[in-house]
Structure formats: C-alpha cells, structure tokens
C-alpha cells in the first residue's frame, strides 16, 4: 500500500463536511481511497480484501451505522478496473460465502472529497481493532 485516506464520494455535493454527509441530503458516501503499488499488490488482492472487510450484502448499512452514505461501492478508474471488480464481484457472489446476494455498486469514480483529520486512521486514533459485521 502506498497510501490511504478516507473521504466521501459519489454525491452532489463539493467539499462536503462529514455533518453534510450524515443529513443524508448530499448523496456522498464514506469511502476510503487506497493508493498502490501494482508491483507490490494487486488490484485483484485489493478486491478479495474488501470483500472479507465488511458486509457487501447489505444496502446501506455496516454494523452498527446505517444510512446511504454506509452503502457498499467500489469506484472504479477504467474500463480494466471496471472489469476486474464486476468480474470479482460476480465470483464473490456464486462462492457461497454470503447467505445474501451480493449488493455492491460498481461505478465510475467521481470526485473524492478528503474527510477531516479526525477521521483520518481512526481506528487507530479511537483505539478500535477492527470493524464488525
């Protein structure tokens, strides 16, 4: 990995504040942005590591937050990566892994929008080890 940053993407409105995001009238979801290096990770490894991270089954919600702006999405950055996620989606889909069908939106990367500093790393910050499904 070369770099990560959270942030909020595919929404209407620019610069948005994480307060905008939660009024649910922006459009944005919480994404994170990651930043590789394809001679040390793949993007298909990057596909499988999201897929077992969080819960692609359900529309708009992870754990315990719920909203649109928790909905699953991966934007992609062209045709190759386009490609690559549905196909990798599609499998994710008939492995069985899942009780529920697989959810996910795929779609063009629109702006990224960085979130505050406060939520950059924040597991980290809050002491939290990872997020639960």
Same mark, same amino acid.
């Given at each position: 990995?070369?770099?990560?940053?959270?942030?909020?993407? $595919?929404?209407?409105?620019?610069?948005?504040? %994480?307060r905008?995001?939660?009024? !649910?009238?922006? $459009?944005?979801?919480? #994404?994170?942005?990651?930043?590789?290096?394809?001679?040390?990770?793949?993007?298909?490894?990057?596909?499988?590591?999201?897929?077992?991270? !969080?819960?692609?089954?359900?529309?708009?919600? /992870? $754990?315990?937050?719920?909203?649109? /702006?928790?909905?699953? #999405?991966?934007?992609?950055?062209?045709?190759?990566?386009?490609?690559?996620a549905?196909?990798?989606?599609?499998?994710?889909?008939?492995? $069985?892994? !899942?009780?529920?069908?697989? #959810?996910?939106?795929?779609?063009?990367?629109p702006?990224?929008?960085?979130?505050?500093?406060? !939520?950059? /790393? %924040? %597991?980290?910050?809050?002491?939290?080890?990872?997020?639960?499904?």
């Open positions: 990995m070369v770099d990560t940053a959270v942030g909020y993407s $595919g929404g209407k409105t620019s610069n948005p504040t %994480y905008d995001v939660c009024s !649910h009238r922006t $459009g944005h979801a919480e #994404v994170v942005r990651v930043e590789y290096d394809p001679s040390q990770v793949s993007y298909e490894t990057l596909l499988d590591r999201f897929w077992h991270m !969080h819960n692609p089954t359900t529309k708009n919600r /992870q $754990g315990l937050d719920f909203g649109s /702006q928790y909905r699953s #999405v991966i934007f992609f950055h062209d045709d190759e990566q386009k490609a690559t549905l196909a990798s989606r599609d499998a994710q889909d008939r492995s $069985g892994e !899942h009780r529920k069908k697989i #959810v996910t939106e795929i779609l063009p990367a702006e990224f929008w960085r979130a505050e500093e406060y !939520h950059q /790393q %924040y %597991y980290e910050k809050s002491g939290v080890s990872a997020c639960r499904f």
